[in-house]
């Protein structure tokens, strides 16, 4: 399976300001997906990020908020924009594709804004 | 996507069985039942798949009912580093699908 690095993998940031998370991946994967995890929740999806084209958003989360980028078939990130407390989460990437096999995941990204 | 329930915690003793329930009942034809683990402080990590039939690999064992309004995910001989946060899914067999995670069952394996 491919494996996926993530970074940075914790953070702490002021509100108001913007934190750029990369993910990484060591082999060309068709799908990439982008969750958030807030304190001792299950794991909510945020979008799926396409090569080539803008990303396909999940209800509740806009392009403005969480902007993604996929330049490649191996690379992607998501910027959380102008934060607050309440963004603060676990943010992980997931990716997958070839095979009707389970995705792999990164093992996350741990945002505190302050 | 089908919606799944699953109990919120469960605790079993170190060496036995764990015996993990999902129900399903709106399942249809073309979706699969997707097993996950979290472990504390890291990402979800696939364990196992099934369709109808039942499925076993090096992790676990999947059982499904044959009507698949439910399932059983089976870790024959528990350990301590099984603990962890699992996760049932169904969800359509097309591999640009997603996977949405509820709420999962909490498994503490008790020395």
């Known amino acids: 399976s491919a494996v996926i690095s993530q970074k940075p993998s914790r953070d702490i940031c002021q509100r108001g300001t913007s934190l750029t998370i990369q993910c990484q991946v060591d082999?060309?994967?068709?799908?990439m997906f982008w969750y958030r995890q807030q304190p001792g929740q299950s794991l909510t999806l945020i979008a799926t990020?396409?090569?080539?084209?803008?990303?396909?958003?999940e209800s509740g989360f806009v392009i403005d908020k969480f902007p993604i980028s996929r330049p490649n078939l191996t690379f992607s990130t998501l910027t959380v924009s102008n934060m607050s407390p309440e963004d603060s989460s676990i943010y992980l990437c997931?990716?997958?594709?070839?095979?009707?096999?389970?995705?792999?995941f990164g093992s996350g990204t741990r945002l505190t804004v302050v | 996507d089908a919606k799944t329930t699953q109990p919120t915690s469960m605790d079993c003793a170190e060496g036995r069985a764990a015996n993990l329930p999902c129900n399903h009942s709106?399942?249809?034809?073309?979706?699969?039942v997707y097993w996950y683990r979290q472990i504390h402080s890291q990402g979800p990590q696939y364990i196992i798949h099934?369709?109808?039939n039942n499925e076993t690999n090096e992790m676990a064992s999947l059982i499904i009912t044959e009507d698949r309004k439910s399932s059983t995910l089976i870790l024959p001989h528990a350990t301590l580093r099984d603990t962890a946060v699992y996760y049932c899914i169904v969800r359509v067999a097309d591999t640009g699908n997603q996977f949405y995670f509820g709420t999962g069952t909490s498994l503490t394996v008790i020395p």
């Open positions: 709106t399942i249809s034809g073309n979706e699969y």
């Open positions: 990020a396409n090569q080539g084209s803008e990303a396909t958003y």
């Open positions: 997931s990716v997958g594709g070839q095979t009707n096999y389970g995705y792999t």
């Open positions: 099934g369709l109808k």
């Open positions: 082999s060309q994967v068709t799908m």
